[in-house]
């Protein structure tokens, strides 16, 4: 099983709302570590996403041909990323390394400095990479970010997302 099981709390147990699919991974008397899982607002997440678009839509499309490359250069600004390093013997070696490495990831940020070559890759906003909390700040860090690269408020980027 690689989905949750919703439950319910009914005040002394956790009866599943699905119980023939809590039957073929449980069995009775069995002993489970139970994590409280919460769940993004669909709205927040929606909003989040129209914010960006009406940024993206302000700046010139040389600088970020989509709102998914503004997102994702705006993670990788705020510290979302994963780090490779790989280091070359010599600099025209890491000039062809980064050559190579540039069209694997279109939205990286890939920096050469004499033979090291860092690839910045912005980290996944899904649901099952990120949970709320994380999501949330990682959020409210790009749309700063953002706002601040259009030059505008924060408050004026969330009104144009339908913030609330």
Partial sequence: ???????????????????????????????????????????????????LHEAWSSLR?????????????????????DERVLVCDTASQAERVAAFVRPLDEFAIIVRDDTLVRVWTARSQAYKAMGRDEFNRSMSEVLDYVAGLVGVSREE???????A
């Fill in 1 to 51: 099983m690689t989905d949750p099981l919703w439950w319910r709390y009914n005040g002394a147990v956790m009866v599943p709302m699905r119980p023939e699919l809590a039957e073929r991974v449980f069995r009775p008397d069995g002993h489970y570590l139970l994590e409280a899982h919460h769940e993004r607002s669909y709205q927040r997440h929606r909003a989040y996403f129209a914010s």
């Fill in 157 to 163: 980027l969330d009104r144009e997302g339908g913030f």
């Fill in 61 to 81: 499309v040389d600088d970020f041909p989509s709102p998914e490359h503004l997102r994702k250069f705006a993670l990788i600004k705020c510290g979302y990323y």
